[in-house]
């Protein structure tokens, strides 16, 4: 038996960095099947562990093995409502496929290539949804936030036989899908092709709908005839270093970067109005997933020079090694072990560079990563026109604020348990917003949590009276 996964097709790396359609390509059929020959079918399925929504995932494969390829979508969709993204985005290597048996003698199944393939045959062949709805409406929940952990429950609770009516701020749906993860490696049209399908469950999405403006909390449970609320509003606050220059003109945070290239589609320039100017020498400042997003998206901007600064060394990234690499390819540059003490303007207030210090690792500190220390004397000039900051973000606080009894912890997360239960009766919270910043299919499984916890705690109520 094949040791490793089956290659998936790609754009060339010279190619793609010009351009912003999508990287790999996908698997054809006969691909598909013969990597899912390479599941051993295990009675205990390890790799279920590492999946947050509980997808039968050797089900599923053996289902794509036999080319039942309806199947095989039909039994994803009983615990994931949007498939083709997460077998997109998600880092399988430290979720399902962590676990499978393949990886131990070699590289584990494709899990996440088989799931994106399933999806999009189902996609390919506008195949509606098979499950039935129930007849009866057993309440009515409101969701902040149509990202991915609002969907996930949104999707769940109207399977349940719930109306669900998410409020979105921006005027797209989607949340970090829609403006946090650039084209190239998740197109809109999937993510808006997915959730058209929840939209046929019944779910109703309102955009433009700052909840904390439009509604509060309270209004929505006491005047507005919902049994239950939930919080799923991520963390789309940006962080910044703190450092002299952060001002200037030319200065974005990656979240407005990729907000405004994704979003507002500075990517079709000049079919829309929208352009981002990034110059000839861009830096980004950071190395998880979304400087490299930041990176790459600067390059297919038309930046010659693109650089990621960083003051720890490679073995600390958080980047996915995937992105990592196809960043490498495409010629990003690294200035690994260095950190950024200033931003440099021109006299019209635009940026002209950022002095940096060369670092060295220490100890480990609470991370578990080793320290950086500044080495002295070691300044220099790196000299670009736009400079991202990609050091993280934080939860927005608008709901928290306007939301008497609702608990939030130092950090301005919502405080609650792991089924999602919050301080105040009748309202949950999952994903970022809870947890901080992390993963799309991490913030899909405290949707689905929560989604049952609501639906138990709406019957238990209406039990009650």
């Known amino acids: 038996m094949q040791q490793v996964k089956h290659k998936m097709p790609e754009q060339a790396a010279e190619e793609r960095r010009r351009n912003f359609n999508e990287v790999a390509l996908g698997y054809e059929a006969e691909t598909a ?27 599923f494969i053996k289902h794509v093995k036999d080319g039942d390829f309806d199947a095989a979508i039909d039994e994803i969709k009983t615990k994931n409502n949007l498939p083709a993204v997460c077998g ?30 399933a999806a999009d045959c189902a996609m390919a062949k506008e195949r509606e949804e098979s499950a039935a709805l129930p007849a009866e409406v057993l309440g009515k929940v409101a969701v902040i936030g149509a990202g991915p952990a609002g969907l996930t429950t949104a999707g769940d609770l109207a399977r349940l036989g719930y109306k669900v009516t998410v409020f979105e701020a921006l005027h797209a749906p989607g949340g970090v899908l829609m403006y946090g993860i650039p084209e ?12 058209a399908a929840l939209r046929k469950l019944g779910v109703d999405i309102q955009v433009n709908a700052v909840i904390g403006k439009s509604y509060t909390i309270d209004e929505l449970l006491n005047e507005e005839g919902f049994d239950a609320v939930f919080i799923g509003t991520g963390a789309g606050l940006p962080h910044f270093m703190d450092i002299p220059g952060e001002n200037l003109n030319g200065v974005y945070s990656a979240n407005e970067f990729l907000t405004r290239v994704n979003l507002m589609k500075a990517y079709k320039f000049p079919q829309t109005g929208t352009p981002v100017r990034v110059g000839n020498r861009v830096a980004v400042i950071g190395a998880g997933n979304v400087a490299m997003d930041s990176a790459r998206t600067a390059l297919r901007l038309g930046a010659e020079k693109v650089y990621i600064v960083y003051r720890r060394s490679e073995d600390e990234m958080p980047a996915r090694h995937e992105e990592l690499e196809h960043a490498k390819e495409e010629g990003v540059e690294f200035r690994l072990l260095t950190a950024p003490v200033r931003v440099l303007g021109d006299d019209k207030g635009w940026v002209k560079g950022i002095e940096c210090i060369k670092m060295e690792l220490g100890e480990p500190d609470e991370s578990g990563r080793r320290k950086p220390v500044p080495v002295e004397g070691s300044n220099y000039v790196l000299e670009v026109e736009t400079v991202v900051m990609a050091i993280g973000q934080g939860p927005n606080p608008l709901v928290q604020d306007t939301t008497p009894g609702l608990a939030v912890n130092k950090r301005g997360n919502i405080v609650a348990d792991e089924a999602g239960a919050t301080s105040k009766a009748g309202v949950f919270a999952g994903g970022d917003i809870v947890t901080g910043a992390a993963t799309v299919i991490l913030a899909m499984g405290a949707g689905k949590k929560a989604a049952a916890k609501i639906h138990e705690y709406v019957q238990n109520k209406k039990a009650a009276r």
């Open 184 to 195: 190239f490696r998740l197109p809109k049209a999937i993510v808006q092709r997915e959730i």
């Open 33 to 59: 099947r013969a990597e899912a020959a390479r599941c051993l079918q295990c009675k205990t399925a390890p790799c279920r562990q590492g999946c947050p929504v509980e997808v039968d995932i050797p089900k």
């Open 88 to 117: 997109r985005v998600c880092p399988q290597e430290d979720q399902c496929e962590k676990f499978c048996i393949m990886g131990k003698k070699g590289e584990p199944v494709g899990i996440g290539r088989l799931e994106r393939f």
